[in-house]
């Protein structure tokens, strides 16, 4: 065999770099899209499964909640729900970005962010801020569990609603 038929590793280094860029930009379109459905939101909180309870779904993120700038549950977004009801319309020119995705799925945005998430696991989202995390999750982190995820829903530099 001829290396002239064989790929460089640098074609599929190239791809996996559009990958991390494409999967960044589309993090903030889901960003903006829930600021729009909870203007009061400053964070979606993520979750992954405790070290002991791995599953079929492995280390998959998993929408938990969208948080205020003072920690407070704006909206509870049950996992196990997430085909019972729906969050708030977009814009129209918001939600033609989503394409056949419906940004007021639940199980929809979820996906998406599992998708995004599994182009560079633990590359994209950091965790949520010590100050917004309830005395549950500092407690379940004391005892050995995962750390909650924060996707910040405005730029550092846009004001919280009031």
């Known amino acids: 065999m001829s290396a002239d038929s064989l790929t460089p590793v640098s074609v599929l280094e190239d791809a996996l770099t559009q990958a991390r860029t494409a999967a960044r930009a589309v993090l903030a379109l889901v960003a903006e899209t829930l600021h729009h459905q909870f203007p009061t939101g400053a964070y979606l909180v993520l979750t992954r499964p405790s070290d002991d309870s791995y599953d079929t779904d492995g280390d998959e993120v998993t929408l938990d909640s969208i948080r ?3 920690g407070e549950t704006v909206q509870n977004l049950d996992p196990y729900d997430r085909g019972t009801y729906r969050l708030p319309a977009v814009p129209d020119e918001i939600a033609a970005l989503w394409g056949n995705t419906d940004p007021c799925n639940p199980s929809a945005v979820n996906d998406l962010i599992q998708r995004i998430d599994g182009v560079s696991r ?10 917004l995390r309830t005395a549950e999750e500092i407690q379940a982190e004391d005892d050995g569990g995962r750390t909650p995820l924060g996707l ?3 730029p550092a530099d846009e004001p919280t609603a009031a």
């Open 68 to 70: 205020d700038a003072k």
């Open 122 to 131: 633990y590359t994209f989202l950091d965790f949520l801020p010590s100050e």
């Open 152 to 154: 910040p829903l405005r």
